[in-house]
């Protein structure tokens, strides 16, 4: 394992996100995308500080056919309405029923913790329910039935909590929660309307939409933080007194896509190709080498991996091609450069290269047993959009002469070695970690393939 030396980047987006509502009774009126109003109140700043776990009551009731087929018929015309607005491209997808939900709290300004439903979604769903919420004490204060989502196993999520008059938006992230702002749309219920609404809250990717009396608030979730993830419930509580805030969630149906099956293999002889054509390898005549799934986790923050020999690749390489499906993640929300990489150049005396993908960069570096030198990009190299999370992606290196090529969503990066090392020697899998916490950074890598010329 090698101690990595690398500059540390920090990036904290600006989180937006979007919400909406329905009408309560009879078939749900026709939601519309507004124009945000010229003024608005702003949201509250304060945050509620999460408290023992409320006793949550769990009832799942038998739906009649009558009632599911309007369920299904009410979801399918919320889900028309982004389909029409460019949201979604199609609304084909699974339906469930969930259990009702209800809980009572004691604890003016805090939420209960979340209740954990047992389902784990993908980056774009979408859950309607009907909420009903009062408090024992008439003090005026936010309260409400709430939905957390993207929920990660550090407990990092968000959550939207419906008010009287007010949506409460926020972000969990490590100890803290964030506020927030809405792009488009109203606040919240019409002011005096009563502590019942139907609601639909919709997510596809980094967008997120809330449906309340019809209307429809639009937000652009944080780049740093995933939609998917577990599905809980909660209430925020304005009073202690007597039950202080309860909350019921009934007729609550989840809608998620329809997921495309993923690519299991690559085309290599056609990224064979594709690098012959730029000039960076000589020949596409070769041998392939298949090499198993590879899986691995290191919590030393700036440590990589050493080493993850292949016993289907146990030689000494010069010229090579790489290919693999990277896919990687980190404890912590704001890890520092991170990723899934290989070795190679791995010689008897402890040198070696490295390179490792990161979300925003490659890093490239030459090391000993006891140093490791980061090295820059060629000036003909291309830089590669920033991979959302979770990340993943498909990675290919070449390494060819003095030269490696590293190709990540068909954009070349360019490395000249260093002149007084050559590439000759061992080759490996390895992973770099990002964080210290919990498992710090882990990595799999599948479809792995190397390619050595004849």
């Known amino acids: 394992m090698y101690k990595f030396n690398l500059f540390k980047t920090v990036i904290f987006w600006t989180l937006a996100v979007v919400l909406s509502a329905c009408t ?3 078939p749900p009126a026709t939601p519309t995308f507004t124009a945000p109003p010229p003024t608005e109140t702003s949201l509250p700043t304060d945050t509620p500080t999460p408290l023992p776990t409320a006793t949550s009551t ?6 009649p056919n009558a009632t599911a087929t309007q369920q299904a018929e009410d979801i399918q015309s919320i889900l028309k ?10 609304s084909e997808g699974t339906s469930k029923a969930l259990p009702d939900y209800k809980v009572e709290f004691a604890e003016r300004g805090a939420w209960s913790d979340l209740y954990d439903t047992g389902e784990v979604l993908p980056d774009t769903f979408m859950i309607r329910a009907h909420m009903k919420w009062e408090s024992a004490s008439a003090t005026e204060g936010l309260s409400g039935c709430g939905i957390a989502f993207g929920v990660q196993e550090n407990d990092d999520n968000y959550l939207v909590i419906v008010d009287k008059d007010r949506i409460l938006f926020t972000l969990k992230r490590g100890y803290w929660s964030y506020l927030v702002g809405r792009t488009s749309g109203p606040a919240g219920p019409e002011p005096g309307t009563p502590t019942e609404h139907d609601v639909a809250l919709m997510v596809k990717g980094q967008s997120a939409y809330v449906w309340v009396d019809g209307a429809v608030t639009s937000y652009t979730l944080s780049a740093d933080q995933v939609s998917s993830g577990k599905l809980a419930f909660n209430v925020l509580s304005n009073s202690s007194t007597d039950y202080g805030t309860r909350c019921e969630m009934t007729d609550i149906l989840l809608w998620t896509k329809t997921e495309q099956a993923a690519q299991t293999t690559v085309d290599f002889p056609a990224l064979l190709e ?9 020949t596409t005549d070769g041998q392939e080498i298949p090499i198993a799934d590879f899986r691995k986790s ?3 923050k700036g440590w990589y991996y050493k080493w993850g020999f292949a016993e289907e690749a146990d030689g000494e390489y010069e010229n090579f091609v790489f290919s693999a499906h990277f896919k990687w993640d980190s404890y912590t929300s704001t890890p520092d450069i991170s990723g899934c990489g290989i070795g190679f150049g791995i010689k008897d005396d402890g040198t070696h290269y490295a390179v490792f993908l990161d979300r925003e960069n490659i890093a490239f570096a030459k090391g000993t047993d006891t140093t490791v030198k980061r090295m820059g990009a060629a000036d003909d190299s291309g830089r590669f959009p920033i991979i959302p999370k979770p990340a993943e992606a498909d990675f290919a290196a070449a390494v060819w002469g003095n030269n490696l ?6 954009v070349f990066v360019h490395y000249i070695l260093a002149s007084d090392q050559d590439a ?14 919990d498992y710090g950074t882990r990595c799999e890598m599948s479809n792995i393939v190397l390619w050595t010329p004849k």
């Open 424 to 437: 000759k020697g061992k080759f490996a899998l390895s992973l770099l970690s990002g964080g210290n916490s």
């Open 24 to 26: 309560v009774g009879a």
């Open 298 to 300: 290191l919590a030393q």
């Open 274 to 282: 594709k690098f012959k054509e730029k000039g960076y390898i000589d």
């Open 81 to 90: 309405v982004y389909l029409d607005n460019g949201v979604l491209d199609s």
């Open 58 to 63: 769990l009832t799942p009731t038998a739906t």
């Open 405 to 410: 090529y590293v190709l990540v969503n068909d």
